[in-house]
């Protein structure tokens, strides 16, 4: 599988994102896609081929692997990154959009059209709440699928056509143990970080809504301070024009 394209889109969100998400583009690079790529990929390349059981019988070494090892690690992973990453096509798609907009009505539309904020900031708070979501169900099934995080050395099998229970062995189960925890635990940072980006997000949106409120009652108050200013200075000037008129009656 060449990964060439997840890492040119990838790259590509790096200048729209945050700080916490800037971190998890390293956080994603190094400890997963780099790992699965050079080390993961290969461990659980024969997977099938060195898996035996202690029977003859025909077909009982592909009905035991199938039933313990439903989808493979390495698969189940290649699924997930892509998954995760798929995401962030949405924030460079709607940078561009903005950007078309632009040349589209010939005038500057927006202030920075990398800036978080508007549609934007739902585009790239919805991609880290898919992301969330993502990250949670894959270890759920992982943690389901398989019981646990733990590959075991042996394994008991009694399913039809094994003629009894048959001990079964999975190859390279201690090195496989360790890949799975490295990913398990770069799963669970990630979905660490996009909840800190999240509720960065959110606390910086709030107080860019407080921001703008408070200048537009400053506006308002100040607005309501020179109208009222300018109907004393009116109200004066009536009165003066009155006084000045009663005095020129009299004076003729």
């Known amino acids: 599988m060449s990964w060439g394209l997840l890492r040119d889109v990838l790259s590509g969100v790096n200048k729209y994102s945050t700080v916490v998400g800037r971190i998890w583009l390293s956080v994603m690079f190094i400890f997963r896609v780099l790992i699965y790529v ?18 003859r019988q025909v077909g009982c070494e592909n009905v035991c692997f199938d039933h313990f090892f439903p989808v493979s690690h390495a698969r189940l992973w ?5 998954l995760v990453s798929t995401p962030s096509l949405l924030v460079v798609m709607h940078v561009g959009y903005r950007e078309h ?8 539309l927006y202030k920075d059209k990398g800036n978080i904020d508007g549609g934007l900031w739902w585009t790239y708070f919805f991609s880290l709440v898919f992301k969330t979501g993502v990250e949670f169900t894959f270890l759920f099934v992982l943690a389901w699928m398989y019981e646990g995080f733990i590959i075991p050395h042996l394994l008991k099998c009694e399913i039809k056509p094994c003629p009894n229970v048959v001990d079964c062995f ?11 925890y490295c990913m398990v635990v770069s799963s669970a940072v990630c979905i ?5 980006e999240m509720t960065y997000l959110v606390i910086k949106h709030c107080r860019d809504i407080c921001e ?26 009536l009165r003066n024009g009155t006084l000045r008129s009663s005095v020129s009656m009299c004076t003729l």
């Not at 050079?38 to 059981?53: G, H, I, P």
Request: proline share 1%; net charge positive.
């Open 38 to 55: 050079v080390a993961a990929e290969r461990v659980w390349n024969d997977e099938q081929k060195e898996f035996t059981c202690n029977s």
């Open 78 to 82: 290649a699924l997930q990154l892509i």
């Open 101 to 108: 907009r632009e040349k589209k009505y010939k005038k500057k």
């Open 170 to 180: 999975v190859s390279r189960p201690t090195e496989k143990t360790i890949f799975l």
């Open 192 to 196: 660490l970080l996009n909840i800190c």
């Open 212 to 237: 703008k409120r408070s200048i537009k009652q400053a506006k308002r108050l100040k607005c309501g301070c020179d109208s009222s200013e300018l109907n004393r200075a009116q109200r004066k000037g």
